[in-house]
Structures are given as structure tokens and as C-alpha cells.
């Protein structure tokens, strides 16, 4: 039958130790590897041709062009690395980056456990940042350690009632979860933009749609002195650790599993189909909802419109290049952090187009999702199954 | 068409599925193929229909070699094959199915489906299959769905035909049916190879019987002089005991009284009605019938599956009534479901895990709500050891292991959990007789300690080897239980629907 | 496992659902009683048979279509109509538009034409883009790529249709760039046997990246390749005349007929010709399809690939016929709007096109609310479509039936 | 890169909000402003694109550690970034459009424009020129940069009807919400708001959404007929595939601030504090009629004299 499932939790004990070095060291890790240098690899051929220099230098024939080109390649990718883990700042930045997109990653790899596809990222970060920012900002005189918390706990029931919704939707009505969370994302994005135009959240005095600044009693205190990274990163691997338990080693972790892998066996078992689907999409929710939160609370300190561009359907990359495991998802998040923080750097510092690090970010997921691919460009064995699944289709 | 295979071999990662085997297949012969779970039967067909590739040796065909890169080169051939899995697209007409491929076209281009008609209509007369062409596969029963399946292959015109495990899930009264299309197809000059576990249907049927053993041909032997006890022998490699051997029943206090029992479907149909039953600790309680008769709902009512619409199920004289699956089976039910690869395992998780499934979040496997894999893998080493269950580890698949080591990963996990009654449905279907033997020991030692045992099958063989009290269910309704023994014949008509008292009275006469 | 009562429960949710309908329709009421909405039916640009206009009063209008609404209710509530329960709650709903519309008009006007137009616009890259993923699901690979089709769809469109000087150079552009996404799809998923939702995510990442660089490199510096020549409206003769439906239908561009057609086309060709059935098995039971000799793995990529063309052609929409020029991301996540389209329309391509209009209809209906002068900020006005979709899906359409294989690549033995 | 002689020119950097600099709007319009001051300063220029809120602050940053002598950023969500780097680093002067402090600083000038002023110019020729008494406009979001536009616009038509007793009227802004298509990306949004407008008789739309107004465009070149307002530049010169089509347009002269307050950081003249473009310092106005020259009378081209003065000396009220 379902051979071709995706593996199973692991079924006996293995230290979260041993785990990271298999992640770290295992041949999926080889594979990683090749699949970043083949897509540098391209992006290179991509930066020389369009790099007016080496357009220019062409005139002088194919030498010249390739001295210039390789240049322009080295200068925008030593770039890209000093940017991203260059200096105690640059690694800050990656952490920064990271933050967010180890939480909104979470929140897809969670359900995916369930067999359930949570598009819905961007809803849900949008209401957890809307309700975590309204805490902090509306909400007075409470000490740090007590207000922090509260606007940390607000944008995750935010985001966990969001996510909850198309949960509880699939389980009552068999509604497609990937249907009613798109449809959310779209909905919220006009519910925020309709309450930032409201008085009540807008900075006094002014009319833009920016919401007053979270008090300081609930801002994320910084990490270090005169560095963005703030204690986002720390929630954040403290929740990873957290849903590593919920996922691999709690008895709701296996029901997830078992309902994503046989929804009839599970039945059979005792559990409920119904009742893990609402959970799945509302842990999700609530992960993508901290998401929100740490960015409010966190770096921005007040809600603006459009502030969840893009973070869920990040999440999504970086579950899937994650291959749906917490350690994998928590790995990918800090790479694409480092792209995006070096992605930064490369545009500053080389004038190199913010979206060729797109580009190249889709190419390494590419080749990770297909191992085929890398090895038939580095005619070597990878020894890894060949195009495991990751997500199981759309279920139903 | 006389096939001759020669020195076959399949290697797959860790296994010899096929070990040089050698075989051949007369013109106008039904050859038996007999073997365990995993012997490469399957593996073996699949080589010879053009689905898998040999590692070596060659496919003739009266005398010449061929080679058979898809299905597509061995249907052209004349080969035909019925697979265990039925290849049938289920939300597909009959029609549509048993044409697919070899579409007949209007002359606008579109799949004329008056043709499709009239093609299945005349190959369904002409081999004495009738179908109805528009019904949907999935709304047939499997009985109908192997009629399809083999309809297929005749339009093809097929002159060797492969059926793997045809009879597995077919009724003993489909199962004469098929017999008696086999025979006719041998008669017509074709050739049949036939897989089956039961060593009662090699006899009626085939001519020679081939025993493989672990991806080896042990041996060829004529059907008529071979014995079931010898051939079992040959199968498993050591003496296998065909009677179960069992002490009389000492029932003691019920457990599971089923009164006025109604179930309906969505829609309001009844699929089980009135029906009354207990069974006390201590005893098998054997329920026979054609299949779709009730039996399924009733066990699916019984354990939590599926809502009860009328009357009452006690379990220790309390009602179980509307409690979740969860709850009844902690309740101490054990539950063998009748369709192991849906219901019974998740394919994906390890043996430990599928082992510890019905008890997921119970403390014997967690602390609080944290997963004990200590307790989980230890647990799961000793039962696969009890078990003899076949594996490398207990970290392997489900989904990896044959058939019968499946159904006792299933087996074990309810054995290994403190239960009072056993509900278990088809219990040994698709199992190789050295699996079922050990099954049935399992079943009745359960007994034995104690338990209160509900067991439904439509084979009439094992209802009578090991209940105690025998019921037929016949159109949702349930008759008896009468006190085992009862002749085969009487139960027979009854599962026709003949009223009892002329059934049994039938058999004094 | 739902109880036997399944069907009568959803009735009654239904028939509550009406009563509520209603409710909110007679709260509709509280408008002046003197004040009329007129219906306009005529196109603005002038018809030839004009009609006049549907001038009605609010209040009592809105209390007939509420008292109709509850009507239906308890029919719903009483006898319901069999199979025909979900069409009752459709009705409902249409009236109650309506009644929302006369409400909301008091006073002024609403132009029929321009809202039924509107909704035919808007549906257009949303049924191509849901017939796309119709095609490549049935043949059980997942897209969910359609909004990188889109986008490379739309930029080839524009750069083809502005050097070559011609929509139908753009349109051929379109089709190619939707189908090399096609074919990297179906490479990645089927060659190559990469999961099927992951290549679909990597596929929109890489379109989304790449034309908005070549649109920073390339466009940016040379316009003239980013004017494209853009289809006009071409009246069908006659037909084009016919009062109301005419302007609606028959004086649309090429893009609107080409999607009426492949509609057909493609119900046509999966649910009566071999083809079809044949990329239907491949869908349901890769095995079963392969032990008939049919070619699974070439089924599978004609099948993206063609799917490809037809998102391209929804692309191309974006480009020659909704807008002047290319801009980054400018699709806007329609591709995703267009694979719940696919959902709602549970895999049929008539069901595409009905959830395409739906969707188009919202949108156009939003637009028309936030001219009227209703008390609902406009933001929230614009998330009706989104909205209403979410009450459809879980209202009405439920559960699906997934092609079975769907997302699972085949891999023989 | 310049060297040796150039040594000492200025430096001058723009960042961009989340728009992209070649978003056809502010973004574009004020990089407009940096080419000439390239062309005609020689100055250095530079930008960077900021994809999310997170990139403001590095961007900042970045451009400090470059030596700029002076960082503009474009866009309200801005304001807190910029204000918090210029008091960090009082010797780079910073510029921020459409944004404004209240706080007084040195080294920092808050740019925003009186479009409503320009809108009503807009509204009132509008009026004065609509053949089916109807006209339209409609935004991207529902915010002050935007609805500034149309607030102005729907005064001047007011004006308009009071002055000569006309009652054309005004779809898609009532004074306080409207037609908001909710994308400043989406043209075929753009182009069904506008077309749903044309059949409701409007005869004269103007967008105000950035790219995304060009919708409108496409929207009455299929209509058949109708004219269009474009909005921040010139449209009859960016986009010249609309030009025939193009009534006016309101301008809000970004690029000039732009010029200017680069032009004071070479001049040794950059002052913070706020400017404020209105139609008297002629920061905003409406742009020449072009193909339109010959179809506003010009009897209601004086009468715009006439509105400049009214506005620049208050006796006219641009906010109905
Ligand atoms: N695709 C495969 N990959 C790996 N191993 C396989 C594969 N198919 C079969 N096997 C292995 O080959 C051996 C023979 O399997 P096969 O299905 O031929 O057995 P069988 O005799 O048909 O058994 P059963 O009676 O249970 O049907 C088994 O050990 C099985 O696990
Ligand atoms: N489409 C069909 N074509 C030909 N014969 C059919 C068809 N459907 C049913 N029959 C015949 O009618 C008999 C009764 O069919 P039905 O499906 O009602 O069986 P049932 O009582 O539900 O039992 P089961 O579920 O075990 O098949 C079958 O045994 C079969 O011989
Ligand atoms: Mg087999
Ligand atoms: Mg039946």
C-alpha cells in the first residue's frame, strides 16, 4: 500500500544529540552541501552575465569579460558571507532573519506531521501580531516579566485561533484546509489594514496606518549591546525544542503521525482523525501567531501594514527544505536566514538585485527536493532515497 | 501456450525474491503455486507479466524466448494476469475498466461507450461472467470486482492466465464459481496459473502443483497425488499441524451481550438488524456468512466503529453504547480488523510503534504525556520474539513485512494487552497455512485463559476448527448460535438464507 | 461514520442558515420607503436594443426577497429537495445579493452590464489557472505551481507581445513560458520523482525571483519591451447585440472565448474520449493503468505540460488583457485564489469555471459595495470574496474525492 | 565608482520602502530626483530596496558605513528608522518623503506634499470638462498619502458644482472611505475598479495606487472613451501608451524636493525641519493639459489662476 509514506517518527529512543549529528553529518547533510554550491554555481553564471562590468569588459574580448565577470561573482559573494556570518553583526542579522522563519516554518511542519497542508502563515502571523501588539501597546503598567509574557502568549492565542479555525472547519465540515487558510490570509490582510486606519490603535496626533509603539515593559529585551538580535531567538529555539517533544516524543506527537500516515489505522487505534486535525492547525496557528508576536514585539515594536509579507509562504520553503523534521526545519531556517541577512549585504555592498538571491534560494531547493537532479549535475551517488516525499499530497 | 521459465532471479535491497527458479505451464494445465508469505510468488508473476524485470534467467514461450519489458509486451503475447491487489480503477464503470487500454473509439474520437457495452456484454456471454457494464467498480462487491478483474485479461484474449490469490477474498461459493470458470478456460486449450494459500483449492483445481520456498522451486508435483500434509511440509520446510488442537469449551460469566442490536447506514438502510448475542469467557463464538451480510457493521458496532442506531451492547453488563473507540477498547476489547492494511497497521511506523498503537498514550507507554521508548522498545522486542515475528529489527517497517507477519504484528498488539473479549474478523485471510496454524494455537490459547472470543470469517473451514458456538448472519439478521459442531452443509444453507430448523433438520434427516 | 441522521441535520443547518439569511435581509430594511434603486441593463458605450431600466422600490423589494428567503428555509426545514438541498442555499444567497444590491443602491444606480462583466474579467485567469490544476491533478501530479505559471506566463506575454508587435505573439509567449514551467514541474515530480508540493513551492520562489530580476536587468532599462500590444474586444456578431447578455458575453477578447472554450474542451475531453479516461487511470490507479500498457510516465507529463499551456494563457490574461505592462509580483497571488478554485470545483473544469465566476463575482460585487454608500469600510468590503468562498466551501461543498494517486509519484518496481 | 577628482562629491542615497525603486510611483519619482542631481550636480548616487520592515534599519546602516552625506528614504512606514538614525548620527543629513516630525532637527527635513491642493486643480477640471456629469477616482489603500488625492479631488469638483451650479458627482470617495482596490500592485484590479466606474457613467478616473493606476488606463482605452487623471508625475510623460488619454495630471513633486534638499547638502545649505510642497511654493500642481490643451476651455484655465491664488492666499478651502 502506502510504501511510499514518509518515515516514521523515530521508534526508539535516539538522543537529540545523536539526531543533530545525523542531521549535521548525515548523508542528507552531503547532499545539502552540493545542493547550496550547485546553486551558488549558477548564480554565478547568472551575476557575471548580468553584471554590467563584465557587459562592458566583452568589448575587450572573452578574457577580459570572464576576469571581470569572476570578479564581480567574487566580490558579490564574499558579500553575501560577510553578511550573513561575516562578523558578530552579520550573525546577528542571520539570527534576526532566523527567527521568524524557524516559527512560521514550525508552523507548517507541525500539520504536515498530520498530513495537513497549513498555508495559512501569513493569517495567522497577522493576528498574532495584531494581538500581541495590541497587548503591548494597550495594556499598561505591568513590569516586564509580567507584561513580555502576557503580549508573547496573546500573539500565540492569536495566531492559534486563526489557525484553529480552518482546523476546525475541515474536522466539522470537511472544508480543505488548504482552501479555507488561503482564504484567511487574504482576509486578514484587509482586517489589518482596516484597523490600522482605526484612531484608537494609530499613534496619537497622527493619521498613518502604524500602530502606537509597543511599551518597552513588552518589547523583546535585545541581546547584546548595539546588535538587532533580540530574545526572539531564544523563544524561538525554545519552541523548536518544545515541538521536537511534541512531535517525536509526546503520545499527541504520534497521533498527529499516525493520523497523517493512516487516518483508518489511527481510527482503529482509538484516536481521533477529527480531533488531531483541530490540534495540528491550532499549535500551528499558535506557532505562526509567535511568529507574529517576536516581530512586533520584537524587532518592529509596532504593527504596520504589510508587515507579514511573504513570512508564511517562507515558512512553507523552509519546512519543506527542512524536509518536515523540527531539527531540519530549525537548520533551513537559519540558512535562508543567512541568505536573506547575506542577501542584504550582497545588495548594499555589490549592487548585486536582491532577487537573484531568490533565485538562488529556489535553485538550492530545488536540488535538495530532487536529489536526481544534483546528481545527475555531479554524476555522483546520493545516497539518499531518491525523491522522498515530504508533504502527502493533499489527503482529504 | 506451454511457458517456460528458467533460472528466474529477483534481488531486491536484502532480499532474493526469486532464486534461479525454473517452472513450466502446459497447454490446457491449471499449475497450483504454493508457498509461505513472502516466498516470491507474487514476485515471480510480476517478472513473468512484464511489471518488474528478472536480474536473470529467460521467459519462453512455446519454445521461444522472450522478453517482456512492460505489461503492454506480455498482454500482446497472450498473457493475462489477475493481481492480489486488484488493478481496477475504482470510481471507473465495469466497462470503462475492462477496457482501458484497448478503447473502442466513435468516429468523432470519443470513447464509445454503446460499443464498450456491447464488448463487455459479449466476452461476460461468451465465458458465462455476467456484469453489468455501468455499475462502478466500487460499489461492487469483491466477489464482482475479481469478475472484472479476469473479464479483463479474457477481452485481451488471454491464453495463460495468472491468478494471484484469487480466492482470498472471494466466499466459498464465489470461490466454485471462479473454479468452474477455470475449468472452462482449460478446456478451451488455456492455460491457468494459480496461486492460493489453501491447499483444498489446489485440489479442486489445479492439474500440477509448483512449491516455492524462500525464493527457490522446492518442487513440482501432480495435484492428484499430492497430500495436504506433505505439501504443507514442502511449503514450510518442517511438519505443520493442519487440525488445531482443542480442549472442549469451559464458558464462564458473559462478556459481551448484544441485545436487539440495530445499525443503519448514512442514508437509513438497515445493515443490521435485531440481532441478539452473547459470549461468555471462555468460548469462541464463530459467526459465518457470505460477506456483506452485516458481519462487518456488526463488528464495527460492537467495537466502536460506528454508531449503534437500536438496542443495546454490554460489555461485563455495562453499556458500551456511544463511548468512543478509545474508551472501549481500554474497556479490555481486543480487535482483529478484517482489513489489515487499511485498519490494522500504519505502513510507514516501525513494528515497535505499531505495536504500542492501540495503547499510544496509555502509562504502560508514556510517562504523563511523554512517549516511554524504553518501555515501547523493550515491550516491543519480547512480543516480537513471542511472536516469531519475522524482521530484522523492531525498527523496520510495517509496510515492509509479508502479509502473515503483518496480521501478527495486528494479533500481538491485542494479545499483548490485558482484554477480555477478542473480536477478530478474517483472521487468517491471505495468511500461508504455517502462519494460520500458529494464529489459531494464538486464538485458542486465549480462550483458554479466559477470554471471550467473537470470531467472524467467511472461511467455513476455520469457523469449524475453532468455535464453540456457531451463528450465521444472513441479510443483516443473525441465527443462531447452535452449539458447534454443525455440518457444513447445514451451515451452507443457511448462509443461503434457508430457514434453520429445515437446515439443520435437513441434516438429521 | 456520521450518524444515519447526516443528511437531515444538513438540511437543517441549511434551512438555519436561511432563517438567518433572512433575518439579515429584513435588518436591510430600515431604508427610507420612498427610496428606488435603478438596475441599469444596458451597456454604458450604447446598445442597439436598449432596454429600460429596472427601477424598483428598497423597501418593498428587500421584504419580498426576505419573505422569499424564508420560504425556502422552511421548505429547506420541512420537505428539503433532495439532492438539490446545496442548489436551495445557492438560491438563497443569490437573493440575498440581491437584496444587499437594492439596499445598498437606494437612491442611485447599479449597472448590471458592469458587475456581470466584471465577474466574467475576474474569472478568466481564475478558471484557467483551476483547469491547470484540474488537468495535472486528474493525472495525479500536484500543482501548485499555478501562481509561477502566472507570473512567467504574464512576463512573456508582455516582452514577446511588445517586440513582436502582436497579442497572438504574446499569447504564444504565455503558453510557452507556462508550459517550460509545466515542464520543470513534471520534470522535477515525475523524472526525478521530487515531491510534488515542494517542487510546486521551489517553482513560484524561482518564477517570482526571475522575472523580477529580468524586470529590474531587462525591462527597466528598455520600455519598449514592456509595451505589449494587448487584445481588443471583439463583438461576436449578432449575438453581441442581444440585449443584457450580449455585452456580458459576447463582446469580450479572445481571452474570455478561448476560456469558454477549453472549459468544454477539457470536460469534453476528460470525461468522454479515451484520452481522457486514459489520463484519468493514470490519476486514480497508476498500476492498474500501467498493467494495461498504458504509458503512465508520458501520460503524466503531457498532462502538466498541458496544463502548463492553459496557465500560461491565464497568465498571458495578466498582461494582454487586464494591464498595460509587466510589474513584479503583479498576478497577486491569483494562482493561489485559482488552486482553491480547483478545490471548490471539486476537479471538474465546468466546476473551475462555476468557481471562477464566483470568486469573479465577489470581487466585483466588493467593488460595486465600496461605490455605494454602505457603512462598511472598504478594506473589509475587499475581503468578501474571500469570505464568501470560505462559507461556500464549508458550507456547501464539504468533503472532497481526491484522485487517488494525487501526489504520490510512481515509481515501478 | 569615481576616484581621484571625484573624490570629494557628495554622496546621496536613497532608500526605498518596500515598493522597489522602479515602482512607477514615489519610490521612482524621487530617484528621479537623484538622477538629476547626478546630471546636473555630480553628485554620487546610490540605492538600496528594502523587501520588509526588517531591511530599514541595515539599510540605514549600510548607507552610513558607505559615507553618504545624505540618506533619503521614501515612505511614512520610515519615519521612526529615519528619525532614530539622524539623531544617532547628527553629521549625515537625512531627508524622508512624506513624512513629517514634529520635533525640529538639524540634520534631518521631513518632505510631505499638500496634494489635496493639486487634487483639487484636478477635480475642478474635471468638473469642468466631464461630458456625462459623472467622474471617478479610486485608491490603493485607504490612507493619508492617498486619500489626500482624492479628498482634494472631490472639493475641487465640489467647488465646482458651487461656483457654476453643476452637479457632477463623484464615485469612489465620499470624503471618507471609498474605492480601494487594496494592492498598489494589482492592474487588473486597477482595471476592473475603473471599468466598473465607466459604466456607471463616470467620463474622467483618477487612480491613485502607483502601478497599479495604469489599470485605469487599459480600462478606458477598452471603454472606448474617457479620460484619466494620473497622479505623483507627469503621466502623458511615464506612460506614454496612456498619453491620449491622459486629462492632467497631479503632480507632487518629489523629485524636485529630492533635487533640493541634495542641492543644499552641496550647497552647504541643507536645513532640517519640514518642507511642505504646496501649489505655491510649486511643490504640487497639476501638469500641463498636452493633448487635452484644446478641450479645457480656456475661460476655466484662468478660473485655475484664479483657484492657485484662492488656495495660496487660504481664501479656498481644499477639504470639502
Ligand atoms: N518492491 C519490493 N521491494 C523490496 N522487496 C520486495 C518488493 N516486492 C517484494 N519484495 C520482497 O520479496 C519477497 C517476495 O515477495 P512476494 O510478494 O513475491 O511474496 P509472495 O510469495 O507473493 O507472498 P504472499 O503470499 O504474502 O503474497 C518478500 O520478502 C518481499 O518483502
Ligand atoms: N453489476 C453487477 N453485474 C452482475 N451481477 C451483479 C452486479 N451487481 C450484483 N450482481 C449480482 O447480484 C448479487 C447480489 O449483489 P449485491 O452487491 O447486492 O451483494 P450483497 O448482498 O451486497 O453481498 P456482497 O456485499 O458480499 O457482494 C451478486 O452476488 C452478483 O452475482
Ligand atoms: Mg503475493
Ligand atoms: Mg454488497
Redesign the pocket.
Known sequence: MSTDAPPSPAPVREGPAQRLRAAVLGASARLTGLAVAAALGIGAVVLALSAEETREALDDGLGPALVAGASAVGRAYSALLQGSVGSLGALSETLVAATVLILTGLAVAVPLRAGLFNIGGEGQVIAGGLVGGAVGFAVTGLPLPVHLPLAIVAAGLGGAAVGWLPGFLKARTGAHEVISTIMLNNTLTFVLIWILTLPLVQVEGRSDPISRQVLDSARLPRLLEGLRVDAGIILAVLVAVWVLWFLDRSTTGLELSAVGANPAAATAAGMDPARTTVTAMTVAGALAGLAGGALIVGLQGRITPGFSAGLGFDGITVALLGRGTVVGTVLSGLLLGALKAGGRAMQARSGTALDLVVVIQALIIVFIAAPGVVRALFRVRADVGEGARISQGWGS | MRLELRGITKRFPGVVANDHVDLTVEPSEVLGLLGENGAGKSTLMNILYGLTSADEGEILLDGRPHVFADPGDAIAAGIGMVHQHFMLVPVFT?AENILLGAEPLDRLGRFDRGRARDAVLATAERFGL???PD?RVE??????QQ?VEILKALYRDARLLILDEPTAVL?PQ?ADGLFESIRGFRAAGRSVIFISHKLREHHAIADRITVLRRGRTVGTIPAAEADAQELATMMVGRPVVLVVDRAPAAPGEPVLEVRALGVEDPPGTALVADVDLTVHRGEIVGIAG????GQTPLVEAVTGLRPVTAGEVLLRGESIVGRSRRDILRAGVGHIPEDRYTDGVVASFSIADNLALTLWDDERFSNGRTRDFDAVAESARRVVADFDIRTPSIATTAGSLSGGNQQKVVVAREFDRPIDLLVAAQPTRGVDVGSIEYLHQQIVAKRDEGTAVLLVSSELDEIQALSDRIAVMF?GRLVGPFPAPVAKEALGLMMAGVDPAEALGGRAA | MSGAAAPVRRRRRFAAFGGLLAALVAALLRADASARTAFVLNDARGARFPLPDLVVPVAGTVRILAALILALAVLLAVRGAGRRDAAVVGVMGGLAVVALLTWAGAGTSISVVSLLRGTLFAAVPIAFGALAGVLCERSGVINIAIEGQFLAGAFTAAVAASILGSAWWGLLGGIAAGALVGLMLAGLTIRFAADQIVSGVVLIVFATGVTSFLTSQLLAGTPSWNAPVRFQAFALPGLSDVPLLGPIVFDQTVLVYLMLLAVAGVQFGLFRTRWGLRLRSVGEHPAAADTVGIPVLRTRYRAVMLGGVLAGVGGSWFTLEAASQFSKEMTGGRGFIALAAMLVGRYSPVGALGAGLLFGFADALATALQRLPVPIPSSLLRATPYVITIVVVAGLVGRLRVPAADGKPYVKA | GGDGADEAAVKACQITDTGGIDDKSFNETAWNGFLRAEEELGVEVKYLESTSEADYDPNIQAFLDEGCDIIITVGFLLGDATEAAAQANPDTKFAIVDYAYEAEYDNLLGMVFATEQAGFLAGYVSAAVTETGTVGTWGGINIPPVSAFMQGYLAGVNYHNDQKGTSVEVLGWDGADGVFIGSFEAQDLGNAATAEMLQNGADIVMPVAGPAGLGAGTAIQDFGSGSMVWVDTDGYISNPNFAGITLTSVEKKMDNAVFAAIQGVVDGTFAGGTYLGTVENGGVDISPFHDFEDAVPDDVKAELDDIRAGIIDGSISTTP
Open positions: 465495469v455476467p456484469v453489468d455499475a460499489d461492487l462487491p469483491v466477489g464482482l469478475r466466499t464465489e457470505v460477506e456483506g451480510n441479510r
